[in-house]
């Protein structure tokens, strides 16, 4: 009987979905609409086929495009929107600067660089990237961030692998450094209003529905040690329990990092001009909104500025050789071996999330939280906090948060508590999603790299879940009064 499923694992999984898309309709556990019905249907037939592994991830990304106009849950005009949303083009943009980097060495020279700063001691390296891509995600989007540590941390696998001890464990190694960029720069971006665009929304939402909101310095009181914390949490996580990789110091590997340092001599020209582009984007990234402020004539967003830095470097010619002065800095074969894929996935994700946002089952998911409301303000903060978190894993994090805000809000005023205690907690934990690939563009892009299997982003993903769990429901109930006693 085993041999039998394990022959038959992919129908086995098939057929799983089928049932819990069955289920989900005829049972109706929530009491939703007929549209609503069908919609949380397809949503648990995409998830069990995603979570199973019956196909791949890209092509079960493709079921709304044809279940949703059967169904009449949309048409396939409006489905095909999510496909093309700004978010895909700021992944597409932020995987061409990769491949310049990755195509003339520099993320190698950057990884060697690093390496030799932190040691070659694996825990020391990937307590390096945790801390530097947290840093930079409080003032950088998430997305951004990663797009940038990607392929810096794609080299240091590679240079590492080749002069690990004998006992060292580099598929842990190279697992934990790629989860660890999606999951800091998810973390670092609740740091700060302008970290991450969940924050910015609920922030809207509190100026435009009450008198008194949170300012800059109080969100930063209450989520830095919060952010620090959980930093930390994902290092010990990672490091000390699921994914140990026993990866020692090595002094050959110090010393063929100094050699390859100096056989590298210094910077070419090609490695110049994708260092000028990529800073250039960088910049752009970190100073747009006050670019923005200062002037109404050009108003750049994330993915406009990935887009300007991508193209510029399909127009800069590379100066590799005189016989080759139409060679630029990327060239369109060079694309061949990108994660389309990817773009893909996200686009189902979009186009699920939308789906779920229109049928109102946030809405009902607000009421359903308050039929459970209760004079325990740490029940109910854990409460909002868990329903938050997980839910994120199938929702877009900005989309949460615009059509939970009132909701929650509304719930806290029936109940005459401050509506941050509810609200904090949602916001943060619709940032932390961990253990799917569509829950955060950090997520998506790290899963690319091809280190990482959806069963370990699962595993991990869980358990760093609960700890983010625990930990913004204690911070909320404990500090948040303290921070902001009166509202």
């Not at 990092?257 to 020209?269: N, T, V, Y």
């Amino acid at each position: 009987m085993k041999e039998f499923f394990k022959r038959h694992k992919k129908e086995a999984a098939l057929l799983a979905g089928i049932f819990l898309c069955l289920f989900f309709f005829f049972a109706n556990p929530l009491g939703l609409a007929f549209k609503a019905k069908l919609v949380l249907a397809v949503a648990a037939l995409m998830i069990s086929w995603w979570v199973l592994d019956a196909m791949p991830l890209a092509v079960v990304a493709l079921v709304p495009l044809v279940l949703y106009p059967l169904l009449n849950i949309n048409t396939i005009k409006e489905t095909s929107k999510a496909y093309s949303d700004s978010i895909i083009y700021l992944f597409m943009g932020g995987f061409f600067l990769g491949m310049a980097i990755e195509k003339w060495y520099l993320h190698k020279r950057i990884a060697l660089s690093i390496i030799k700063f932190t040691g070659t001691n694996g825990n020391n390296i990937i307590l390096g990237f945790i801390l530097s891509t947290g840093f930079l995600s409080m003032w950088l989007s998430n997305t951004a961030t990663t797009m940038m540590m990607f392929p810096i941390a794609s080299s240091v696998i590679h240079v590492i692998s080749k002069h690990a001890n004998t006992d060292a464990n580099i598929k842990n190694f190279s697992l934990t450094l790629m989860l660890s960029l999606a999951y800091a720069s998810n973390f670092g971006g609740i740091a700060t209003i302008i970290g991450t665009p969940p924050n910015v929304a609920y922030v809207r939402h509190l100026n435009e529905h009450y008198k008194h909101g949170i300012d800059f310095v109080k969100w930063m009181l209450l989520c830095m040690p919060l952010a620090i914390l959980l930093l930390l949490s994902l290092y010990f996580v990672m490091v000390k329990w699921l994914y140990p990789n026993h990866l020692a110091h090595s002094i050959d590997g110090r010393n063929y990092i100094d050699a390859e340092l100096k056989e590298m001599g210094p910077l070419s020209r090609q490695e110049k001009r994708v260092l000028i582009i990529f800073c250039s984007t960088a910049f752009l990234w970190i100073t747009k909104d006050i670019i923005n402020a200062t002037q109404k004539l050009i108003q750049l967003d994330d993915t406009i500025i990935a887009l300007i830095g991508a193209i510029s470097l399909f127009i800069i010619p590379s100066g590799r050789t005189k016989e080759e002065p139409d060679e630029r800095l990327l060239e369109w074969s060079d694309t061949k071996n990108m994660a389309w894929g990817i773009l893909l996935l996200f686009g189902g994700g979009i186009a699920l999330a939308k789906s779920l946002e229109d049928a109102k089952l946030m809405q009902s998911l607000g009421v359903y939280i308050a039929g459970f409301a209760t004079s325990n303000i740490l029940v109910l903060i854990f409460m909002v906090t868990l329903i938050s978190v997980f839910l994120s894993e199938i929702m877009s994090n900005i989309a949460q948060v615009i059509v939970m805000a009132p909701v929650i809000s509304a719930v806290a005023d029936a109940l005459h508590i401050n509506p941050l205690l509810l609200g904090i907690p949602m916001t943060l934990g619709a940032s932390c999603a961990g253990m799917l690939p569509m829950g955060t563009p950090p997520n998506a892009i790290v899963f690319a790299s091809g280190h990482i299997k959806l069963s370990q982003m699962l595993k991990t993903g869980f358990v760093l879940n609960i700890v983010c769990v625990v930990l913004i429901t204690l911070f909320s109930w404990l500090l948040l009064p303290l921070i902001v006693p009166g509202f």
